[in-house]
């Protein structure tokens, strides 16, 4: 018989003491008098407090008990639903945080994890050489699944407190490597990027270098994201990056990248603009039409191709296989390696320089100035034009 995962525990009567007992994760639960009003609501009371809890593995355990291999299992079933399930997304980043906090604590009680235990952990990351910020992201993300068991009333609350008041790794008193800020790719490196590139994914970075989009915004994009009756047109994608905070992202799209893009909305309205197949179709033409093997000879095109292959195009670009399409363009044209996030800085440094940080803040979306500091990148040409006049 298959198990039934949709059953929800019986309401039972305990011979012994002729009350009512529902068992819920090997843990039983006394309700009262059997067949009792009381009991009944007792009951009804426990079941959908366990089904909002996502049916969780650890429902009833008291919080001394809760070790960190439930309180993480019952996390990630959560991260899995919010977040996800993407190979480089929250999710993905939650699980790695996940390995060495079981690996050192697993059997250890949540209520028990301490100062002493988190430093051990991030002891453990430092020793898999990652760079300080890096480290000081997967410990905040580690914070996050004990600051979740504490909102859930699974963990005391005095643990997420203690955890979130340890001070990050500074700079310059640590002896882990330091990473290079994102910085803009410069526009003659984009221009010889180009011809290496099939036109879908050359027409998708001249469209973000015009708009300053995300690299997710451009390859979910599509036709009817798109306003046309003005003069600028605007886009409103359904998912972007803060969508789950209540926000609206709108993408400003000038007469340049109206040109590039109008290609481009000649499809159904809820397919992406930007297609993956197109892309590899392009490539196989070019390649058919440089061979040099005669037709009469060899494999005819199309004759040499799975049926059912393990891997072929979706239905829309992801941002890996963007900026791996881009990567492979630099490795051909034998420059230096970018990624599609650069082309966002690009253009916040642009629009900064014409029209001003609040300009360039609108373009990108941001809600805080201090924010958009971090893309755009100060003009060094005033202050070299200010010191030659004053210095």
Known sequence: MPRLIQAVPKYRKHRASGQAIVTINGRDHYLGPHNSKSSKLEYDRLVTEWLS????????????????????????????????DRTHGTFATMKRVARPLKALYGRTPAAEFGVVQFKAVRQA??????SRGHVNELMSRMVAIFRWGAAEGKIPANVAQTLAIIPGLRKGRTTL?????????????VEATLPHLSPIVAAMVRFQLLTGARPGEVCKLRPCDVDRSGEVW?????????????????????????????PYLLRDAIDCCFSPGESAAWWREQRAAARKTPLSCGNRAGTNRKRKPARKPGGRFKTGSYAVAITRACIKARIEHWSPNQLRHAAAT??????????????LGHSKADVTQVYAERDLAKGLEVAKRIG
């Open 234 to 262: 605007t886009a409103k994608p359904a998912e972007h990056k803060t969508a789950h905070f209540g926000k609206d992202r709108t993408i400003f799209i000038g007469p340049q990248a109206q040109d590039i893009l109008r």
């Open 53 to 84: 809890s996502g049916r969780s593995a650890s429902f009833g355990a008291a919080q001394p008990e809760l070790t960190i291999v439930e309180l993480v299992a019952d996390y990630l079933l959560f991260a899995k639903e919010y977040y996800g």
């Open 125 to 130: 990351i430092i020793a898999e050489d990652h």
């Open 350 to 363: 642009e629009v900064r320089r014409e029209f001003g940080l609040e300009a360039a803040q609108i373009v």
């Open 177 to 189: 490597r330091e990473t290079e800020p994102v910085r803009p790719v410069e526009p003659k490196i």
